[in-house]
């Protein structure tokens, strides 16, 4: 992607920097020539069709050659390989989501290298955009909308990821990368998560715990979120909440997730209703340990 | 008739005489000095966002305190300062001395639009101490983060609601003013240039603005009641908001600009002593933006998600609209030839706008082309570039514009020294703060950023150093004319030998302008006539 964008751009540049370099040297080049103590009587010129004509067309025949460039060389980026990998992505204040064909999920973007990857991305909430500067290139994540990005990591690397739609305080940290492997190590990576994913060696006595007390009409596991937030990657977050009316930001540690079951109202996690009723006497306090331990393990 | 409009004050006394006068003259100075009050509240908010980001991570506030700010900066820069800067205030002034009428059509009009103005500034302004903040939205009031957002973005969205009006009403009134009220001789191919684009920008004013203002409504109903025109999650369309938004804030790129243009279609010819070169051409040209000026908007939304065919086409119009801005610098630029140059403090700022637009207007070039676009939208090489154009651009001419009627609106003359070193100044601190910025968007450091990782940091660091440089030319700037006003000598009635019916008059021009209307018999520019003072200052 990247060489289609330095090609318009060194084009584009070299004609831009003509055009300034010409405008600049006949305005320093008139200004002095016809200066006034040199030439004090000017002489009655009040146009030219000809030169008219020439500075008509000429930039219009060059602004076409830069659009064309533009426009076939974003052909190019819009054209889906046909044996691209499919991911698809999540944006959301202020984290990115990705979401592999066997349906775990990442917080950075695992790639194998040299392999086109094709990205579906959608928003859960605002406006985001979904930028790797390395590639040069960028597409805004909609809610309600699918919109889609595919690039090829040229080799094996990490890429930063930005978001360049501004969503919100947290805008400048919405970061993430691209980890390009090599396509065996990715094959081996992927294996390994669909194991893991499929097989849920681990936590699977808690899970029970979180079924029998309904917590999971609310919440889920796998950072989607339902009327309340998800338990995934909950566990050490910075988060905003709201404390009797005001807005305040903590850090969600045990004490945290603790005073969340037995006393929930105290403090409310930003952008949902405040709806949970206390579970105070009814989990009891080993399982709701396993239930703090499962939510760590998370992430 | 004899006493300047300083001292005729209809019969009002105090401060009444000024907000309460129906001359063109003194309303056209109510709005140069309220606009020079949100330029500067605008420029320190944008000195502290730079001092903020001279250094990665917390510098001097918090990142909901920086969201603000940019959104304030936005808000004031472009609604307060930069679309009625030069229309409203210079305008107001000169167009109907350029045309030789004795005010605008609709003088109590007139009025109304700048206490309209007035209101919806402080309306935006008192978002800062009512509860819940300044909005924190960015000056686009992208939904459906405006929606969300607990900030007063509904306060902020009436205050651009109540100033619409008074942009449609300015406009209509120079519409009809042109139409209706030139002085005998004046056809329309007579008519100075400033007034040209005063008039294709009044039609912008008139047709786009009424589009920003539903969309605003629309806005501040969806927060009140949930109507969902914009939330998906209740059947609406985020990129519905974009489209409208841009419908009316791309025309209003021009609304900056075309003035901006005008100003230096008079002053080139002035310091050259000659005709302007290409009139019709310069004419047409600004017409031609104007027209084209309406259906480029999507070329904000090249990332948006926007249908591939619409960004096509919308690159190719846009690269298109770069035609006619190109023909007009190249006229300004023979205009010079075999003239007999003075570069004195207007021409020399006209010098800086040719420089600092034409960077403007090329990297705009880069951002037309869909490729490109894909790598910088959203970066700080887009904040560069609409610096260069909107400041280096618009605020530059309207630098040129204030020295060049300085002496016509005031009848005294500022220190050229002095104007002459802020200029330069400025120049040198405009570059530094904004040059880096295409570096560091090319280098991918998107823009509304409040916090950025390491690789960015000298560029910002320099960026910063330049706004220091900036802020002491203005300083300069405004001090010289400040002095000026109060202690300037003498400026005598056309101190620059212009041609236009404005130095024909007195400086200050009378209450009513003229003591008899001119009759015009020639080109606005034409320096053939007869016992036409010659002689330098």
Redesign the interface.
């Given at each position: 992607m990247s060489d289609k964008v330095n090609e318009t751009t060194l084009i584009i540049l070299i004609i831009c920097l003509a055009l300034l370099g010409l405008v600049t040297f006949f305005m320093i080049f008139l200004a002095v020539r016809y200066r006034r103590k040199k030439n004090p009587d000017p002489e009655d010129i009040s146009g030219s069709l000809p030169l008219e004509i020439a500075w008509t067309v000429i930039p219009t025949i060059l602004v076409f050659i830069m659009f064309w460039y533009g426009w076939v060389n974003f052909k190019v980026m819009r054209t889906v390989p046909e044996n691209a990998f499919n991911i698809n992505v999540t944006a959301r204040m202020w984290s990115w989501s990705f979401e592999y064909p066997d349906g775990f999920k990442t917080p950075t973007l695992m790639v194998p290298a040299g392999k086109p990857v094709n990205l579906d991305i959608i928003s859960e909430d605002v406006l985001h955009s979904l930028f790797i500067p390395a590639f040069k290139i960028k597409e805004d994540a909609v809610p309600g909308m699918h919109t889609r990005l595919w690039f090829t990591a040229p080799s094996p690397g990490e890429y930063t990821i930005f978001c360049s739609e501004y969503c919100g305080q947290g805008h400048s940290s919405m970061l993430s990368k691209v980890i390009a492997m090599t396509e065996d190590e990715f094959a081996a990576w992927y294996q390994t998560r669909k194991d893991e994913a499929t097989g849920r060696r681990a936590g699977e006595e808690a899970s029970q715990v979180l079924k029998k007390h309904g917590c999971l009409d609310c919440h889920t596991t796998d950072g989607s979120a339902l009327t309340g937030p998800s338990f995934k990657g909950i566990y050490g977050k910075k988060i905003m909440v709201i404390s009797s009316g005001k807005e305040r930001e903590l850090t969600a540690d045990e004490a945290y997730l603790r005073k969340s079951v037995l006393d929930p109202d105290s403090d409310i996690a930003k952008g949902y209703p405040d709806i949970m009723p206390s579970f105070k006497d009814e989990i009891p306090e080993n399982e709701l340990k396993d239930i703090i331990n499962y939510i760590k393990e998370l992430k | 008739m004899g006493t300047d409009f300083h001292t005729n004050t209809e019969g009002r006394k105090g401060i009444s005489s000024w907000i309460f006068s129906t001359d063109h003259k003194r309303i056209g100075l109510l709005y140069l000095y309220s606009i020079l009050g949100f330029f500067l509240t605008g420029v320190v908010i944008g000195l502290l966002m730079r001092l903020e980001l001279i250094a990665p991570g917390k510098t001097i506030v918090s990142?909901?305190t920086y969201?603000s700010l940019f959104t304030l900066h936005g808000i004031i820069m472009i609604f307060f300062f930069i679309i009625p800067g030069v229309p409203a205030s210079l305008g107001n002034f000169l167009l109907p001395l350029q045309i030789g009428a004795r005010d605008v059509a609709f003088p109590r009009i007139n009025l109304l639009s700048w206490w309209l103005y007035m209101i919806a500034g402080i309306t935006a302004i008192s978002t800062i101490f009512l509860p819940g903040g300044p909005p924190?939205?960015?000056w686009t009031f992208?939904?459906?983060?405006s929606i969300?957002?607990p900030t007063n973005v509904s306060v902020a969205a009436f205050a651009a609601f109540i100033i619409g009006f008074s942009s449609i009403l300015t406009g209509l009134n120079f519409i009809t003013t042109i139409h209706r009220l030139r002085a005998p001789g004046m056809t329309w191919m007579r008519m100075p240039l400033f007034t040209w684009t005063l008039y294709s920008t009044a039609w912008v004013q008139i047709l786009a603005t009424p589009v920003i203002a539903i969309t605003l409504l629309l806005l501040i109903l969806e927060r009140a009641f949930g109507t969902g025109f914009f939330d998906?999650?209740k059947g609406g369309?985020?990129?519905m908001f974009e489209h409208l938004f841009w419908i009316y804030s791309h025309p209003a790129v021009y609304v900056m600009i075309l003035p901006a243009m005008g100003i230096i279609s008079e002053i080139v010819p002035t310091f050259?002593?000659?005709?302007?070169?290409?009139?019709?051409?310069i004419v047409f040209s600004g017409l031609t933006i104007a027209t084209l000026g309406y259906v480029v908007w999507g070329h904000h939304m090249f990332?948006?998600?926007m249908s591939?065919v619409s960004?096509?086409v919308f690159?190719?119009i846009t690269?298109?609209v770069?035609?006619p801005s190109?023909?007009k610098?190249?006229?300004w630029?023979?205009t010079?030839?075999?003239?007999?140059?003075?570069?004195k403090p207007p021409m020399l700022y006209a010098?800086a706008f040719?420089?600092l637009f034409?960077?403007g207007g090329?990297?705009g070039?880069?951002n037309?082309?869909?490729?490109?676009?894909?790598?910088i939208?959203?970066?700080f090489f887009i904040v560069a570039h609409f610096h260069y154009t909107m400041f280096g651009g618009a605020g530059f001419a309207f630098f040129a514009g204030l020295h060049y009627w300085f002496p016509k609106m005031t009848g005294r003359m500022y220190n050229f020294r002095a104007s002459t070193v802020a200029c330069i100044t400025l120049f040198i601190g405009f570059n530094v703060l904004y040059f880096p910025m295409f570096l560091l968007g090319w280098?991918?450091m998107?823009?509304?950023?409040?916090?950025?990782?390491p690789e960015f940091h000298w560029n910002n660091l320099i960026s910063t150093l330049g706004s220091w440089i900036l802020a002491a030319g203005l300083l300069i700037m405004f001090t010289n004319l400040a002095r000026a006003l109060f202690k300037g000598e003498k400026a005598g009635n056309n101190p620059w030998d212009g041609t236009t019916l404005e130095w024909q008059t007195t400086s200050p021009p009378p209450h009513e302008n003229f003591a008899e209307i001119p009759v015009v018999t020639q080109?606005p520019y034409s320096?053939?006539r007869e016992g036409q003072e010659t002689g330098d200052r």
């Amino acid at each position: 992607m990247s060489d289609k964008v330095n090609e318009t751009t060194l084009i584009i540049l070299i004609i831009c920097l003509a055009l300034l370099g010409l405008v600049t040297f006949f305005m320093i080049f008139l200004a002095v020539r016809y200066r006034r103590k040199k030439n004090p009587d000017p002489e009655d010129i009040s146009g030219s069709l000809p030169l008219e004509i020439a500075w008509t067309v000429i930039p219009t025949i060059l602004v076409f050659i830069m659009f064309w460039y533009g426009w076939v060389n974003f052909k190019v980026m819009r054209t889906v390989p046909e044996n691209a990998f499919n991911i698809n992505v999540t944006a959301r204040m202020w984290s990115w989501s990705f979401e592999y064909p066997d349906g775990f999920k990442t917080p950075t973007l695992m790639v194998p290298a040299g392999k086109p990857v094709n990205l579906d991305i959608i928003s859960e909430d605002v406006l985001h955009s979904l930028f790797i500067p390395a590639f040069k290139i960028k597409e805004d994540a909609v809610p309600g909308m699918h919109t889609r990005l595919w690039f090829t990591a040229p080799s094996p690397g990490e890429y930063t990821i930005f978001c360049s739609e501004y969503c919100g305080q947290g805008h400048s940290s919405m970061l993430s990368k691209v980890i390009a492997m090599t396509e065996d190590e990715f094959a081996a990576w992927y294996q390994t998560r669909k194991d893991e994913a499929t097989g849920r060696r681990a936590g699977e006595e808690a899970s029970q715990v979180l079924k029998k007390h309904g917590c999971l009409d609310c919440h889920t596991t796998d950072g989607s979120a339902l009327t309340g937030p998800s338990f995934k990657g909950i566990y050490g977050k910075k988060i905003m909440v709201i404390s009797s009316g005001k807005e305040r930001e903590l850090t969600a540690d045990e004490a945290y997730l603790r005073k969340s079951v037995l006393d929930p109202d105290s403090d409310i996690a930003k952008g949902y209703p405040d709806i949970m009723p206390s579970f105070k006497d009814e989990i009891p306090e080993n399982e709701l340990k396993d239930i703090i331990n499962y939510i760590k393990e998370l992430k | 008739m004899g006493t300047d409009f300083h001292t005729n004050t209809e019969g009002r006394k105090g401060i009444s005489s000024w907000i309460f006068s129906t001359d063109h003259k003194r309303i056209g100075l109510l709005y140069l000095y309220s606009i020079l009050g949100f330029f500067l509240t605008g420029v320190v908010i944008g000195l502290l966002m730079r001092l903020e980001l001279i250094a990665p991570g917390k510098t001097i506030v918090s990142a909901r305190t920086y969201d603000s700010l940019f959104t304030l900066h936005g808000i004031i820069m472009i609604f307060f300062f930069i679309i009625p800067g030069v229309p409203a205030s210079l305008g107001n002034f000169l167009l109907p001395l350029q045309i030789g009428a004795r005010d605008v059509a609709f003088p109590r009009i007139n009025l109304l639009s700048w206490w309209l103005y007035m209101i919806a500034g402080i309306t935006a302004i008192s978002t800062i101490f009512l509860p819940g903040g300044p909005p924190d939205t960015g000056w686009t009031f992208y939904p459906p983060y405006s929606i969300r957002t607990p900030t007063n973005v509904s306060v902020a969205a009436f205050a651009a609601f109540i100033i619409g009006f008074s942009s449609i009403l300015t406009g209509l009134n120079f519409i009809t003013t042109i139409h209706r009220l030139r002085a005998p001789g004046m056809t329309w191919m007579r008519m100075p240039l400033f007034t040209w684009t005063l008039y294709s920008t009044a039609w912008v004013q008139i047709l786009a603005t009424p589009v920003i203002a539903i969309t605003l409504l629309l806005l501040i109903l969806e927060r009140a009641f949930g109507t969902g025109f914009f939330d998906p999650s209740k059947g609406g369309d985020p990129l519905m908001f974009e489209h409208l938004f841009w419908i009316y804030s791309h025309p209003a790129v021009y609304v900056m600009i075309l003035p901006a243009m005008g100003i230096i279609s008079e002053i080139v010819p002035t310091f050259s002593r000659k005709t302007v070169f290409g009139y019709r051409a310069i004419v047409f040209s600004g017409l031609t933006i104007a027209t084209l000026g309406y259906v480029v908007w999507g070329h904000h939304m090249f990332t948006s998600g926007m249908s591939d065919v619409s960004n096509m086409v919308f690159s190719f119009i846009t690269f298109a609209v770069a035609v006619p801005s190109g023909i007009k610098v190249f006229n300004w630029i023979a205009t010079m030839y075999k003239g007999s140059v003075e570069v004195k403090p207007p021409m020399l700022y006209a010098f800086a706008f040719i420089f600092l637009f034409s960077i403007g207007g090329l990297t705009g070039l880069i951002n037309s082309a869909v490729a490109t676009n894909i790598h910088i939208h959203g970066t700080f090489f887009i904040v560069a570039h609409f610096h260069y154009t909107m400041f280096g651009g618009a605020g530059f001419a309207f630098f040129a514009g204030l020295h060049y009627w300085f002496p016509k609106m005031t009848g005294r003359m500022y220190n050229f020294r002095a104007s002459t070193v802020a200029c330069i100044t400025l120049f040198i601190g405009f570059n530094v703060l904004y040059f880096p910025m295409f570096l560091l968007g090319w280098q991918g450091m998107p823009r509304r950023y409040y916090d950025y990782p390491p690789e960015f940091h000298w560029n910002n660091l320099i960026s910063t150093l330049g706004s220091w440089i900036l802020a002491a030319g203005l300083l300069i700037m405004f001090t010289n004319l400040a002095r000026a006003l109060f202690k300037g000598e003498k400026a005598g009635n056309n101190p620059w030998d212009g041609t236009t019916l404005e130095w024909q008059t007195t400086s200050p021009p009378p209450h009513e302008n003229f003591a008899e209307i001119p009759v015009v018999t020639q080109g606005p520019y034409s320096r053939k006539r007869e016992g036409q003072e010659t002689g330098d200052r």
